[in-house]
């Protein structure tokens, strides 16, 4: 089994977890150690990160700053007092590709759902690089048959497992934030929502029906030449797609989603981001939070949040 089969693997199924996690992200680093039969975070770090340290990609190398990025880690491990060498890790959304499939049925032999599903992830990635892989998760619902897919790059997963081997740690479990938060949300929240993953790079979004996930989608924000987006075009990026992907979810589901979470993962500028978003969104909206009475504050739970959904 390659090493990304085995790690998003672990991640799907939900195998014992590791006590502690660490977040990748291209604008901040940051991490958990929790005590698993409290069920609490007993320490924990943010740390900014200089531009161009981290660059995600599914096709091109992710860590541009090894040395830089080395220190900053340093920094937080020092932070959290690991009792284990074993970590569970999230890494950058763009640097995967990942679907919701829809299915009648599916072939009772593995190797056959595998080849099934190979065939409708090449068909939305005809180009598939030589070291490419995927794994799968069957997602199932009141009224349909989902698969979860993930495809990522063999090279690349390697590249984020041998940086973190330099402190002798081992990725148990990887994944990306917004599947870390559906599953938080989907423990405490009623009702089918869209949720709203925001980073300085992308934004993702993923609708939960029947307590299931649906639909994934991710976007880059593509900042023009010579000039970052603005606050307003982010947030007018993501209402536009928001309503765009309300609407095809109704005519796909025929089902209306009633509000949607968000969560902003940028450590400046949140809550007037925030303020903004929900004055130009047309449908209700809330602000993810999560581990309320954990003695972290309000801000350091939100940008924590993904690494809480995967391991509390």
């Not at 491990?77 to 690991?82: F, G, H, K, V």
């Not at 649906?214 to 007018?236: G, H, I, N, T, W």
């Not at 809550?271 to 009475?293: I, N, Q, V, W, Y």
């Amino acid at each position: 089994m390659s090493i990304f089969l085995e790690r998003v693997k672990n991640y799907f199924i939900q195998e014992p977890l590791p006590e502690s996690a660490i977040q990748l992200a291209s604008s901040y680093l940051c991490g958990i150690h929790v005590s698993a039969k409290e069920k609490k975070v007993k320490s924990h770090f943010i740390l900014p990160l200089e531009k161009g340290v981290i660059e995600p990609s599914f096709n091109q190398k992710n860590i541009k700053n090894p040395s830089l990025l080395e220190r900053r880690v340093k920094e937080g491990l020092e932070r959290l007092n690991l009792s284990e060498r074993r970590i569970a890790c999230l890494i950058p959304e763009l640097a995967l590709k990942v679907f919701v499939f829809s299915f009648d049925s599916l072939p009772s032999s593995r190797k056959e759902r595998e080849q099934l599903i190979r065939f409708r992830v090449n068909k939305q990635l005809p180009s598939l690089p030589d070291d490419a892989r995927f794994s799968f998760n069957l997602l199932r619902s009141s009224n349909s048959l989902r698969v979860l897919a993930a495809v990522g790059r063999s090279s690349l997963i390697k590249e984020y497992e041998d940086f973190f081997a330099r402190f002798n740690l081992k990725v148990g479990t990887l994944g990306i934030p917004s599947l870390s938060l559906s599953q938080l949300m989907i423990k405490s929240s009623e009702g089918d929502f869209l949720l709203v993953n925001i980073e300085e790079d992308f934004f993702s979004l993923l609708a939960v029906l029947d307590s299931g996930v649906s639909l994934y989608r991710l976007k880059p924000f593509m900042a023009e030449p010579q000039r970052d987006f603005s606050l307003l075009q982010r947030v007018e990026n993501v209402i536009k797609e928001v309503e765009n992907t309300v609407n095809f979810v109704e005519d796909r589901e025929k089902r209306r989603v009633q509000f949607f979470w968000a969560r902003l993962g940028f450590l400046e500028k949140a809550t007037e981001s925030f303020s903004l978003l929900r004055e130009k969104s047309p449908f209700p909206l809330m602000e993810m939070d999560a581990a309320e009475g954990s003695g972290l504050s309000e801000r350091e739970r939100k940008i924590l949040s993904p690494l809480i959904g995967l391991i509390l």
